[in-house]
Every structure is written in C-alpha cells, then in structure tokens.
C-alpha cells in the first residue's frame, strides 16, 4: 500500500514557475515497480493529463504541455517532482500525482491508477 501527498506553493504568480513534489510513503520496495504521474483538474473542467515518469526515468508528456512541463524523480527521496514553466492565468487548477502499475499515455481518470494523492490547489495571480 503506498500513500501519495503533493506538497508546493499554493499561489504562483503569473510567469513564474510552479513547482510541485509529491512524496511516495508504505512499501518501499515496490516503488520500483510504478509509473507516476501528474494530473491537473482546471475549475469546473476535466481531469487533465500532464505527463508520467517511469520507474526508469523515461518521461512522457501531454502534447499540449510538453513545452513547459518538466517532470523527475528523486528515488533516494521517494518523491517525484512537476515544473510547469511560464504559468498562466489557464493553469489554475487542483494537481493530483498519481502511481499505476501500467503505462497508460493519456490515463485522466481516477480508476486508471493504483494510487492517488488528495491533490493541492494552485492559484496563480500576480
């Protein structure tokens, strides 16, 4: 069983960049084993797929937001990181990490992963 909280600035000004962690804790010798990912749900829109870090590295990005989206991971830390540069006043939104135990480009629902972190509001506003 693994349990996922985001942690990060809960106001960005316009801009700038907004950077988000998430912490990975319980089974720690099954986080080799995961994709983790970044999800965003904009007010009153749908859930967003951002972009996934495989337990190798490898990363893949919405089309969309490829340009500005970063993501890495820390596994001596169990945490997993999201940069989203240049943010706008489009970025505004609750960010979840995720983790499933498949590759699934694209995955924007909840019941396509194994875990779910609560999410944290980001608010961007000069």
């Known amino acids: 069983q693994l349990q996922l909280q985001e942690s990060g600035p809960g106001l960005v000004r316009p801009s700038q960049t907004l950077s988000l962690t998430c912490t990975v804790s319980?089974?720690?010798?099954?986080?080799?084993?995961?994709?983790w990912a970044w999800i965003r749900q904009p007010p009153g829109k749908a859930l967003e797929w951002m972009g996934v870090i495989s337990y190798s590295g490898s990363t893949y990005y919405s089309p969309s937001l490829k340009i500005r989206t970063s993501i890495a991971r820390d596994s001596s830390k169990n945490q997993f990181t999201l940069q989203l540069l240049s943010v706008t006043p489009e970025d505004p939104a609750v960010y979840y990490c995720a983790a499933s135990k498949s590759l699934i480009l694209g995955a924007n629902a909840k019941d396509l992963y194994d875990y779910w972190g609560q999410g944290i509001q980001v608010t961007v506003s000069s």
């Open positions: 319980g089974a720690s010798s099954a986080t080799g084993c995961y994709y």
